[in-house]
Nanobody
Framework: QVQLVESGGGLVQAGGSLRLSCAAS????????MGWFRQAPGKEREFVAA????????NYADSAKGRFTISRDNAKNTVYLQMNNPKPEDTGVYYC??????????????WGQGTQVTVSS
C-alpha cells in the first residue's frame, strides 16, 4: 500500500510561514485527489485543503482560505501545504491523505505519523 510521510512542521510565530510536505512511497499519488487534514489537541481530525489529481482544482476549509495553499508535484510524488499567516488556532498535527473529491473525507483508511505544527502568538 502507499505510505504517506509528512514533514516540514515545527514551531512558527503567528504571521510567519511554513511549508509542509507529503511524500509517498510504495505507489503513485498521481491518480488521487489529495488533501491535508489536522488534529488539534482534544479535537477531532478535520479537513484543511484538497487538490485534484491534476492540480487544476483546489478546495479549502473556511479557516484556511486566503492563508494556506495546497499544491502538488506529481513528478516528485509529493503534495505541499504552504501556510502563510498562521494563527495559534492552526496548531495541531497535520496529516495528508487521499480525498474523496467533493467531500471532506479521507480516502485511505490509514494515516501517516503526521507532522506537528505549533503556532506561537
Amino acid at each position: 500500500q502507499v505510505q504517506l510521510v509528512e514533514s516540514g512542521g515545527g514551531l512558527v510565530q503567528a504571521g510567519g510561514s511554513l511549508r509542509l510536505s507529503c511524500a509517498a512511497s510504495g505507489g503513485t499519488l498521481r491518480n488521487y485527489a489529495m488533501g491535508w487534514f489536522r488534529q488539534a489537541p482534544g479535537k477531532e481530525r478535520e479537513f484543511v485543503a484538497a487538490i485534484s489529481w491534476s492540480g487544476g482544482r483546489t478546495n479549502y476549509a473556511d479557516s484556511a482560505k486566503g492563508r494556506f495553499t495546497i499544491s502538488r508535484d506529481n513528478a516528485k510524488n509529493t503534495v505541499y501545504l504552504q501556510m502563510n499567516n498562521p494563527k495559534p488556532e492552526d496548531t495541531g498535527v497535520y496529516y495528508c491523505n487521499t480525498v474523496v473529491w467533493g467531500t471532506v473525507r479521507a480516502g485511505f483508511d490509514y494515516w501517516g505519523q503526521g507532522t506537528q505544527v505549533t503556532v506561537s502568538s
